[in-house]
């Protein structure tokens, strides 16, 4: 690996620097970048397994191209085949679904029916996600198909397919799944390290063509400045979580390339209803009158988002096109919390009511670079109103979020991940959902959920999904900050790395450096 001394650390780091404070872009000589059969790719992300089933992990698996789905959602987010030929829907609640013919396992096995059926039922025991999400009582294995028949109505089942959670892999392989998985993708395990650099090698026999990059490095750099140094250095080919503010130094260098998308990807800002100040709807509403999205969006995020309405993007069917219901407003803010009863008695700028000061802790993490910077500007916006927050970096947010261990918390996530409105509203805002961090609760919205399940007419799907959003907002359960555009900053020689708006998909058999 070529290292980078610490004099030019520093020199690259100073003149990042002075170029985002005069909105310079990096400008240098062409480079003739050296040829090489391995791609280095630099991460802010990283996994401690690649087992589909666990938690989250299998979109690691998918995005490194190891294993594959039965379905797999397009550039437009509409379901295609992949593993299957295609489907049949015999009933409302039995699914028949035909496996393409003649696609092996990376050890050579055959795919078929039955290492289909046993990968999918693994899957929906070991992941929380996967089962209340499917809703599969049984999976038959045929000749060259498989029978899915769901324990209650389920409109959504092929898009939920298309999720890395139920990704094929051979469970019969005697390698350890959560280092080495046996999939059908482009690229196979050689090396993985949870915490260091990890290597992939071209599948010799892939299905869907020859691949034609020899290798991949993946390597997690915590730290977005460290990465952008790493990729002007040339130690790494392409960079992903990069700070926007640092994407937009490239875009005019023609040594490299940016490759953008808008996604579903959302900034979200979660209260613990368990916190007995932030029990009152007031309070949180107050909360939310004070935080400037658009002001974020166009200066910590340079524009390179969209200040968000609801959980989805305005330009999907499900998702909100306007709503005047949280507005910036300090003013008002501040009225509100004194008709709470909340005053500043000793003078000191906090506001407290009953003894009790209004202090709270925001949980979020660095892995996503813009985060940090967003927390602080929301620290600042709260501060003015006379509401403490001290903020917290941690690097086990899952952990953190799951033990409720916080009273904000700035997370980012794809809320449409599945081409569909169900799955994020199921986990995300249903009471006892899998991503319900915050503990909301609202028996309207779990009704409507309950409604949208198992409506299988899209525009109505879509109105109860807009009606869900419409009585959580008003609830100020949740602010939905901003919707992320998905950037890979890279060398201009490399080529067939496309960012996706599920974030699922990155390496594939047309992956190489020129």
């Known amino acids: 690996m070529k290292r980078i001394s610490s004099i030019r650390k ?6 990042l620097i002075v170029s985002q404070l005069v909105g310079c872009s990096i400008i240098s000589e062409e480079i003739e970048w050296q040829d090489k059969e391995q791609l280095v790719f630099g991460t802010t992300l990283s996994t401690k397994s690649l087992d589909p089933a666990n938690g989250y992990s299998g979109w690691f698996t998918v995005r490194y191209g190891i294993a594959e789905t039965l379905f797999k959602l397009d550039d437009n987010m509409e379901a295609v085949p992949w593993l299957a030929e295609g489907y049949e829907m015999i009933n409302n609640k039995t699914w028949k679904i035909k496996i393409k013919e003649n696609i092996r396992f990376q050890n050579d096995k055959e795919l078929t029916s039955q290492s289909v059926k046993e990968s999918m039922e693994r899957s929906i025991e070991l992941n929380s996600r996967a089962k209340s999400t499917l809703k599969i009582e049984s999976i038959e294995a045929k000749e060259n198909y498989i029978i899915i028949t769901t324990t209650e109505d389920n409109p959504t089942l092929i898009n939920d397919l298309c999720d890395p959670f ?37 599948n010799p026999n892939y299905w869907d063509g020859e691949v034609k990059l020899e290798g991949i490095k993946v390597m997690p750099i915590a730290d977005a400045d460290t990465l952008a140094m790493a990729l002007q250095s040339g130690e790494i ?11 937009k130094l490239f875009q005019d260098d023609k040594n490299y390339k940016v490759e953008s998308t808008d996604t579903s990807r959302a900034i979200v800002m979660y209260f613990n209803e368990k916190n007995e100040i932030l029990k009152n709807t007031n ?36 998702g909100l096109k306007d709503n005047e219901s949280i507005v910036v407003d300090e003013e008002e803010a501040i009225e509100i ?13 906090i506001l407290e009511k009953d003894g009790k000061k209004i202090s709270f802790k925001l949980v979020t993490y660095s892995s996503r670079a813009e985060l940090p910077s967003i927390a602080q500007a929301i620290q600042a916006d709260l501060k003015k109103a006379g509401i403490e927050v001290t903020i917290e970096i941690s690097d086990n947010i899952t952990d953190i979020l799951e033990a409720g261990n916080f009273d904000l918390a700035l997370y980012s996530n794809i809320t449409s ?22 503990y909301y609760r609202n028996e ?11 409506e299988f007419n899209k525009d109505e799907r879509d ?9 959580v907002l008003d609830d100020n359960a949740y602010n939905f900050i901003a919707n992320m555009k998905m950037s890979f900053v890279m060398k201009n020689n490399v080529i067939g790395i496309e960012p996706h708006p599920t974030d699922y998909y990155q390496f594939n058999a047309n992956t190489d450096i020129e």
């Open 10 to 15: 520093v020199l690259i780091c100073m003149f």
């Open 166 to 202: 139920v990704a094929i892999i051979d469970v019969n392989s005697s390698e350890d799944i959560s280092t080495n998985p046996i999939g059908t993708g482009a690229f196979m395990v050689d090396e993985f390290n949870h915490s260091g650099a990890s290597y992939f090698k071209k």
């Open 237 to 247: 080919d392409v960079a992903q979580g990069l700070a926007y503010s640092m994407v």
């Open 283 to 318: 309070v949180r509403k107050a909360i939310n009158m004070l935080i400037d999205k658009e002001m974020y969006t166009s200066y910590i995020l340079n524009g390179e988002a969209i200040s968000g309405i609801g959980a989805f993007p305005s330009n999907t069917n499900y």
């Open 337 to 349: 919390l004194k008709k709470e009863g909340y005053t500043d008695s000793d003078g000191d700028g």
């Open 417 to 438: 991940s599945s081409g569909d409105s169900l799955a994020y509203l199921n986990n995300a805002v249903k009471t006892g959902g899998s991503s319900n961090y915050g």
């Open 444 to 454: 309207e919205v779990d009704s409507l959920i309950d409604k949208l399940e198992v």
């Open 463 to 471: 109105k109860l999904a807009i009606k869900i959003q419409e009585i």
